[in-house]
């Protein structure tokens, strides 16, 4: 059986990732492989799918972990009666191999340790050829190649390699998981010590370009450096998580795979990086959001892989159990052939904020822009999936049509700068024409409230954004009804729930946890209606459940209390680092995005 959620830490290198468990396994390493669409290629689950167990042999008595100060390098003390030792861990920064480093220190005592490496390909489907090198083993099938390497006698048995080894204080036992590709050559050994030099020195000076001053900055530094860590390098795309089917309730089917780059998250990602120093990563972000959106408009996608990939066919993997029996476990995501309105007016906001933020700005883009506006002159007006990818019946939700006139708001806000034509009259028009449209068929006058789609009385919490994007003002009524009609039906045992899913038409089955971003979303609407007492309440409340490294996943059963869904969650963290910001500055991400000048929803 799987540990709870919280009980993993992840280390990373910026191109792939591991989960490391309290118990020192590793049940989740990540293949830096693509051809699934996705840079992350493995799955947490039970030993029999692969694992790597690195322990006291006698069970100990206390564990602590923590991460190296304002690194990816994780520590973990573990005591027994027979002494004390700590394991490193961590995935240096990539020089063309992928290695994880774990040693073992010893710190008191003389402790009896044991490692079991348990080597399967393909989801746990494919036992590898096993062989035996100068330094260790390694372990080949089809693309993939595996070496390890450590100075202990390894044995094989039952298809899993054991050791049994001991460690005195003052000694240091170290081993290296190296990757690479079955048809190369094995790469040079690793220098195990100036790897993890290299690794915290890397670290700790991409933290320090972080800006942010306010009371909450382990926490935002924590977050950040989480959201870096699920970037990849190469191209700047930022995964949402890097697992697939953890279950957003236990037991249940809304298992999704989430190796892929959400385009709604967008605008979030960009200010919670430029917003805290971050200029060139937001640049990159930018330059790849660029990239994969490229082509027709009818074509963009919601999601893609972190090269740009569209073709990200989704399949059910009969052969794994599922965490804690969670089924089934997926591969790839359906959503991407969904067609949902409110991914256009985040590609237009993201280029709208580049604009405000004084990024440089080609030809190109702003020929994106145009095709884009010319598309949903006609498309806003359509049904959509929404942007929870409801599997079921398309609908006018709320949130697509005040995310379409966001489209129509920034383009007018870019002719009225001078600096770009086009057709202003008619953009003008059609942002009245939606605004309009939303306040009458998207509010219930008997709720007072805005509701999740046109005509209907279910609540959403992504109604929640209306003021984030400038569409009306916080302190206007009806979205102070609305989050007033949010805190009745969706606010569960303090946290924010997306919606209430026995009234959502969909083909699954009901129950999930609360969803952390849109708790955070209530945070920054309680920020700018002023209620800062009870904003700051809430944001410690979302601080509080993060495990004992600082992760946050996609959901939490606030009844159980655990965290649920795929983990880390991105999504989850931008939230963080984006409320600290609105609580702690007079123009933070919320704020600075609402604002709206001549044109804007404050003119309608």
């Avoid at 009980?7 to 989740?28: E, F, K, R």
């Avoid at 494919?126 to 090198?133: D, G, L, N």
Wanted: aromatic share 10%; net charge negative; proline share 5%.
């Amino acid at each position: 059986m799987s540990l709870p959620i919280d009980q993993y830490a992840m280390i990373g290198d910026c191109h792939t990732s591991a989960l490391i468990g309290t118990d020192g396994s590793i049940d989740w390493l990540c293949l830096p492989r693509f051809d699934s669409g996705a840079c992350f290629a493995a799955l947490l689950g039970t030993p029999k799918n692969g694992r790597w167990l690195l322990c006291p042999a006698d069970s100990p008595t206390k564990c602590q972990r923590r991460y190296r100060g304002d690194t990816l390098i994780l520590e973990t003390d573990l005591e027994n009666a027979d002494g004390a030792v700590t394991i490193i861990d961590c995935m240096p920064p990539r020089d063309g191999k992928v290695d994880l480093v774990r040693v073992v220190v010893g710190r008191r005592g003389k402790v009896r340790m044991k490692m079991e490496l348990i080597i399967r390909f393909d989801y746990g489907s494919i036992v590898p050829w096993v062989q035996r090198s100068e330094n260790g083993i390694r372990a080949i099938a089809g693309p993939d190649s595996l070496m390890l390497d450590t100075p202990v006698e390894l044995k094989g048995k039952s298809f899993t390699t054991v050791a049994e080894f001991s460690v005195s204080a003052g000694e240091e036992v170290p081993f290296v998981l190296t990757w690479y590709a079955s048809h190369e050559s094995p790469p040079p050994r690793t220098k195990i010590k100036e790897a993890i030099k290299h690794t915290e020195t890397w670290w700790k000076e991409w933290a320090s370009h972080c800006n942010y001053d306010g009371p909450w900055r382990d926490a935002v530094k924590r977050s950040l450096i989480t959201l870096k860590a699920l970037t990849f390098a190469p191209t700047g795309g930022m995964v949402a998580a890097p697992t697939t089917s953890l279950p957003e309730k236990i037991g249940g089917v809304r298992n999704w795979d989430y190796r892929f780059c959400w385009i709604r998250d967008s605008t979030f990602t960009f200010y919670s990086l430029i917003s805290n120093g971050y200029q060139e990563e937001a640049k990159h972000f930018r330059d790849w959001l660029l990239r994969a959106v490229a082509g027709h408009p009818s074509e963009l996608q919601i999601l893609y892989s972190v090269l740009g990939s569209r073709r990200l066919d989704e399949q059910e993997v009969n052969w794994l159990e599922g965490y804690e029996n969670s089924r089934p476990v997926r591969l790839g995501n359906a959503a991407y052939k969904q067609f949902q309105l409110d991914v256009y007016g985040e590609v237009i906001d993201l280029l709208h904020v580049c604009r405000r933020k004084g990024l440089w700005q080609d030809d190109p883009s702003w020929q994106l822009e145009m095709s884009i506006f010319r598309f949903l002159e006609e498309a806003w007006a359509r049904p959509d999936n929404g942007i929870w990818e409801v599997r079921g019946p398309q609908r006018h939700f709320t949130n697509s049509k005040f995310m379409a006139w966001v489209v129509f708001d920034r383009a007018i806000k870019a002719l009225e700068s001078g600096n770009f034509e086009g057709p202003i009259d008619r953009w003008r028009q059609i942002r009245e024409t939606i605004h309009k449209q939303v306040c009458e068929q998207g509010f219930n006058r008997e709720l007072g409230s805005f509701v999740q789609s046109y005509g209907s009385d279910a609540l959403d919490a992504s109604l929640l954004m209306m003021p984030l994007v400038g569409f009306l003002p916080a302190d206007d009524p009806r979205v102070k009804g609305t989050v007033d009609a949010i805190e009745r039906s969706l606010l569960h045992d303090g946290f924010v729930r997306r919606y209430a899913t026995q009234k959502v038409v969909e083909q699954l089955p009901s129950g999930e946890g609360a969803f952390l971003p849109c708790s955070f979303w209530y945070v920054d609407n309680l920020a700018l209606q002023g209620r800062n007492d009870e904003a700051a309440e809430m944001f410690e409340r979302l601080l509080s459940i993060r495990n004992d490294v600082g992760l946050l996943s996609e959901e939490y059963d606030p009844k159980e209390k655990r965290l649920l869904g795929n983990f880390p969650q991105a999504f989850s963290h931008v939230g963080l680092v984006n409320s600290a910001h609105n609580l702690a500055m007079a123009e933070g991400p919320a704020k600075h995005r609402a604002k709206n000048p001549a044109g804007g929803a404050a003119a309608i």
